[in-house]
Nanobody, 124 residues
Framework: VQLQASGGGLVQAGASLRLSCTAS????????MTWFRQAPGKEREFVTS???????YYADSVKGRFTISRDNAKNTVYLQMNSLKPEDTAVYYC???????????????????WGQGTLVTVSS
């Protein structure tokens, strides 16, 4: 399974971006999909997940501003980011598991496949 993330860039605070993560090698429809991010000098952190039943979960820091969605026909997950803040600056990674069941969505060790990351930079 390969994940290809795209859509990052340099924007000003308050702007929007949409990230995409396209999977190859396996249909995503039966699997949970998650976005993590890693800011400079910080550990990678959970951002949001969408389950195979389309339930969504968000970190408190992005709740109300970010929206995760999936298009199973395109084997793609999206992350719509609105009202971006400088603290959203990070490399964003998409991830998925080899297993149908994930015990805890925010835990990195639950994921087997990772995209290469796409850099989002938000200037003040």
């Amino acid at each position: 399974v390969q994940l290809q993330a795209s859509g990052g860039g340099l924007v000003q605070a308050g702007a929007s971006l949409r990230l995409s993560c396209t999977a190859s090698g396996r249909p995503i429809n039966n699997y949970h999909m998650t976005w993590f991010r890693q800011a400079p000098g910080k550990e990678r952190e959970f951002v949001t997940s969408i389950t195979r039943s389309r339930s969504t979960y968000y970190a408190d820091s992005v709740k109300g501003r970010f929206t995760i969605s999936r298009d199973n026909a395109k084997n793609t997950v999206y992350l719509q980011m609105n009202s971006l803040k400088p603290e959203d600056t990070a490399v964003y990674y998409c991830a998925t598991s080899a297993r149908l069941i994930i015990n805890s969505l925010p835990l990195e060790n639950q994921y087997d496949y990772w995209g290469q990351g796409t850099l989002v930079t938000v200037s003040s």
